[in-house]
Each structure stands twice: as structure tokens, then as C-alpha cells.
């Protein structure tokens, strides 16, 4: 049983990985385009994106929390 929570555990590390490199990356366009246009207002749909992997690495830390718990508990 604890071999899958461990499995369950890399894959979340994963995507945490993951979301958090595609934050990044619309972080790095979303200022990009800022510096291109001088205004801010153009950026907006890069922005959401960056919201929305940002709150997707949120989630993914918690549940690999809530397994690491689940580890924890199982093996005491």
C-alpha cells in the first residue's frame, strides 16, 4: 500500500513541476509582452493563464501534503 501512495506522490511532485514551469513561462511572456507594448492592459489573457497554473501547483502541493500525511500515517 505504500508503494502506491509513493507512486501517487512522484506523479504529484510531477505535475507540480509541471504547473510550475508553465507559470513561469506565461510570468516571462505576460512580461514580454508588457515591454513590448509599454502598457499593461494588452497582457490580460496571459495573465489568467499564469492564475490558473499558479492555483494548479496549489493543489497539487496540497494533495502531495495530504499523501505525505497519509505516508506517515500509515507507516507509524
Known amino acids: ?3 502506491f501512495f509513493i507512486a ?8 507540480v513541476l509541471v ?11 505576460t ?8 502598457e499593461g492592459s494588452n497582457a490580460t489573457e496571459m495573465q489568467l493563464l499564469q492564475n490558473k497554473a499558479m492555483f494548479a501547483r496549489i493543489k497539487y502541493q496540497a494533495l502531495a501534503i495530504a ?10
Open 1 to 3: 500500500m505504500t508503494y
Open 8 to 15: 501517487v506522490l512522484v506523479v504529484l511532485c510531477v505535475l
Open 19 to 29: 504547473s510550475l514551469v508553465r507559470g513561469i513561462i506565461a510570468f516571462l511572456q
Open 31 to 38: 512580461t514580454k509582452i508588457d515591454l513590448e507594448t509599454g
Open 67 to 76: 499523501v505525505v500525511a497519509i505516508i506517515l500515517a500509515i507507516s507509524r
